[in-house]
């Protein structure tokens, strides 16, 4: 599966932990040359160190559109680029400081917006980007979060036309068990992984390696572009 990434050159902005780690870790696995970059030396070096083989590691921050440019001018052309970096400081519209959710919007939007407009990629290459399934079901507390996720699907739509013939995607999980929830205590979180396994079709809660799958099909399916792949366990429907 994904033999074709044998050899090709991977980029993966937030490949540090999670769904980013998670596709690292596969395209590696079947042979790609592996970057991973994140804002975190240390976290990168980590996960360097789980990846193996070939894979490196830059530290970048993609909210900076400089850094970025700098980043991409100073590297030969990709194969495949995923961006799966983000911070987004939650909350009520109403609740949540207008600094916050503009740092959460510079972090997810933005940052996707600065890779696309910097990066050098093959023709017939891929650009894919990790959104969210609040896109389409929204949520009264995380109503940023939906909005911001809904602009960056719309934006792989629109760039698949401008940038074709390079295929740009997006991929929407939905509760995935990644380090973003390592906040809560593991009491805490495994009972809300098992009340929401309960609620999904799915009778499951997502795993990285879930949407690393459905990453690395669109990036390997010459016929994908401009589509959104939810990944979500049933969460849009139930």
Do not use: C
């Amino acid at each position: 599966m994904f033999e074709t990434l044998k050899n090709t050159r991977v980029l993966v902005i937030g490949g540090s932990s999670g769904i980013g780690l998670a596709t690292a870790t596969v395209a590696a696995r079947v042979g790609a040359s592996v970057t991973i970059a994140s804002r975190s030396r240390d976290k990168l070096d980590a996960a360097v160190a789980r990846i193996g083989g070939d894979a490196r590691a830059a530290v970048l921050d993609t909210r900076g559109l400089q850094a970025v440019e700098s980043f991409f001018s100073d590297e030969p052309v990709w194969d495949h680029v995923v961006v799966s970096a983000a911070q987004t400081p939650g909350g009520p519209v109403r609740g949540l400081a207008v600094a916050d959710a503009r740092t959460a919007m510079d972090s997810k939007f933005w940052g996707a917006y600065h890779v696309a407009h910097a990066a050098k990629i093959r023709e017939a290459g891929s650009l894919t980007f990790v959104s969210g399934f609040l896109s389409v079901r929204p949520s009264a507390t995380s109503v940023l979060q939906g909005a911001i996720n809904a602009a960056l699907e719309a934006l792989a739509r629109g760039l698949a036309l401008e940038l074709a013939p390079v295929r740009v995607n997006a991929v929407s999980p939905g509760l995935i068990e990644t380090p973003l929830w390592s906040g809560l205590s593991e009491e805490k979180r495994e009972a809300m992984f098992a009340s929401a396994a309960q609620r999904l079709p799915s009778r499951r809660i997502g795993q990285p390696e879930d949407i690393a799958n459905a990453v690395l099909f669109l990036a390997t399916t010459p016929f994908a572009t401009g589509s959104t792949v939810r990944v979500d366990g049933g969460g849009a429907i139930a």
